[in-house]
């Protein structure tokens, strides 16, 4: 079994940076992809970033160059840099491993809030 812990949510003012972590328990290299997704009130759950091990990273269009997703694998974890934080990205963010298997098998994360005021 897998576990993803998320940590570094927490409520930011508009403008302002936050750093999460996921720390893996096992090497994260032996996943296709890692990411980060979130989900606000009352919607569905979107990919806020990933990055895949043989591939360049992705980002959704609302975060792209606010953002910054990384990894190290010495250490199972990945990173997403928040800057320029705005109050549409208040959500719980979800860490996530995605296997090289096919079809692919998604582990999760608990989620940590990222609430950002106005």
């Known amino acids: 079994q897998v576990r993803l812990v998320e940590s570094g949510g927490g409520l930011r003012q508009a403008g302002e940076s936050l750093r999460l972590s996921c720390a893996a328990s096992r090497n994260i290299f032996s996943f296709a992809t890692m990411g980060w997704y979130r989900q606000a009130p009352g919607k569905q759950r979107e990919l806020v970033a990933d990055i895949p091990n043989r591939s360049t990273t992705n980002y959704a269009d609302s975060v792209k160059g606010r953002f910054t997703i990384s990894r190290d694998n010495a250490k199972n974890t990945v990173y997403l840099q928040m800057n320029s934080l705005k109050p549409e990205d208040t959500a719980v963010y979800y860490c996530?491993?995605?296997?090289?298997?096919?079809?692919?098998?998604?582990?999760w994360g608990q989620g940590t809030q990222v609430t950002v005021s106005s």
């Open positions: 996530n491993a995605k296997t090289a298997t096919i079809p692919p098998y998604n582990y």
